[in-house]
């Protein structure tokens, strides 16, 4: 078997990924080349090829450097959990082998994968949070869900909350103003506004996604950007305005979310990365009858990874609090590239 890059819009690529029982939005090439083309990296399927050339293992790729210059492969950034794709009956531990060999022949200094990977001493485990997902089961009703969150969701629909789906820009574009709100309610950078119109234009237009809105009276309240694929729906990005809703408006999307899974087909929805030090997220996630597993980062270098800098601290997060929208978009278009 052999290594090798071939282009993220190759069809070999593309009938790996659509055959593949595993695969998920992340590993949709239009995604690489959402995040390639936003911020300027260089896209490409990193592959791994039996004797007859035919694709056994592979995963999505895209090329960084660092303010440093320093040349990082990534797969993939601003994914959550980005599995390596390999063909069943294959050895995982010598397609690792052939993949860590292939980067140390090249000019990359590490190849990052965004799942755990078998133990070598050429492999660095970095456990950056955890993923909750609730394996859907054949009848709705055997669906253990937290009653608080049956009744927070009951609440808002008696309030007269209704959420709806959506697939336009203007969907998109909505979603984007209770976006940048949030992020800077929260104090943090908000990704550049092409990130989501590209979004919108290759994922959620082709049938990959949607946007749930929620709404009071007309007027838009909360919003979440979901990304679906082969049985996945992932729930991406959520957004609750300027302040958060203070009766159970998440709670009602969230259910909403559930109900969509069933009426697509479903067998898994993904509700995300949550970070360390989270709690109160990963109860809130844990409450719809999600199964936690720790979110480990796999970092095939010769070398412990450099973790580079966080991209907010406490004086930044107070700094965006106080300042206008803008400047919380301005940050982002500014650090995120630095940060994959």
Same mark, same amino acid.
């Given at each position: 078997m052999k290594a090798t890059r071939?282009?993220?819009?190759?069809?070999?690529?593309?009938?790996?990924?659509?055959?593949?029982?595993?695969?998920?939005?992340?590993?949709?090439?239009?995604?690489?080349?959402?995040?390639?083309?936003?911020?300027?990296?260089?896209?490409?399927?990193?592959?791994?090829?039996?004797? =007859?050339?035919?694709?056994?293992?592979?995963?999505?790729?895209?090329?960084?450097?660092?303010?440093?210059?320093?040349?990082?492969?990534?797969?993939?950034?601003?994914?959550?959990?980005?599995?390596?794709? =390999?063909?069943?009956? =294959?050895?995982?531990?010598?397609?690792?082998? =052939?993949?860590?060999?292939?980067?140390?022949?090249?000019?990359?200094?590490?190849?990052?994968?965004?799942?755990?990977?078998?133990?070598?001493?050429?492999?660095?485990?970095?456990?950056?949070?955890?993923?909750?997902?609730?394996?859907?089961?054949?009848?709705?009703?055997? /669906?253990?869900?937290?009653?608080?969150?049956?009744? /927070?969701?009951?609440r808002a629909r008696r309030e007269g909350v209704e959420v709806v789906r959506g697939r336009s820009s203007e969907d998109v574009a909505t979603f984007y103003r209770l976006h940048t709100l949030t992020r800077r309610r929260l104090g943090v950078p908000t990704q550049p506004r092409r990130f989501f119109d590209l979004i919108g234009d290759r994922i959620i237009a082709q049938d990959h996604g949607f946007v749930g809105t929620a709404l009071l009276n007309g007027k838009p309240i909360a919003a979440a950007l979901y990304l679906s694929f082969n049985g996945t729906l992932i729930s991406k990005y959520h957004a609750t305005g300027a302040a958060p809703s203070d009766y159970g408006v998440n709670h009602l999307i969230d259910s909403e979310a559930v109900a969509t899974a069933y009426a697509e087909g479903c067998h898994t929805l993904d509700l995300g990365r949550t970070d360390l030090g989270a709690d109160g997220l990963r109860l809130y996630k844990n409450g719809w009858g999600a199964t936690e597993t720790p979110l480990v980062y796999t970092h095939i270098s010769e070398a412990a990874p450099d973790l580079g800098f966080p991209i907010q601290g406490g004086l930044s997060r107070q700094v965006i609090r106080i300042s206008p929208p803008w400047v919380t978009r301005a940050l982002g278009e500014l650090l995120y590239r630095w940060t994959a």
């Open positions: 071939i282009p993220i819009d190759d069809a070999r690529w593309w009938e790996f990924v659509s055959s593949h029982p595993d695969a998920g939005p992340f590993h949709l090439p239009a995604w690489t080349t959402v995040i390639a083309d936003c911020y300027h990296f260089e896209p490409f399927a990193l592959v791994v090829q039996d004797a =007859t050339g035919q694709i056994i293992a592979g995963a999505p790729v895209v090329a960084v450097r660092s303010l440093l210059c320093r040349r990082r492969w990534i797969s993939l950034p601003f994914s959550d959990n980005c599995s390596l794709l =390999t063909r069943p009956g =294959t050895d995982v531990h010598d397609i690792v082998a =052939t993949l860590a060999e292939y980067v140390f022949a090249s000019r990359a200094s590490e190849l990052e994968i965004r799942t755990d990977l078998p133990p070598a001493a050429d492999r660095h485990p970095v456990q950056v949070g955890y993923i909750h997902q609730i394996e859907l089961p054949p009848d709705p009703h055997d /669906l253990h869900v937290r009653k608080n969150h049956r009744n /927070l969701s009951n």
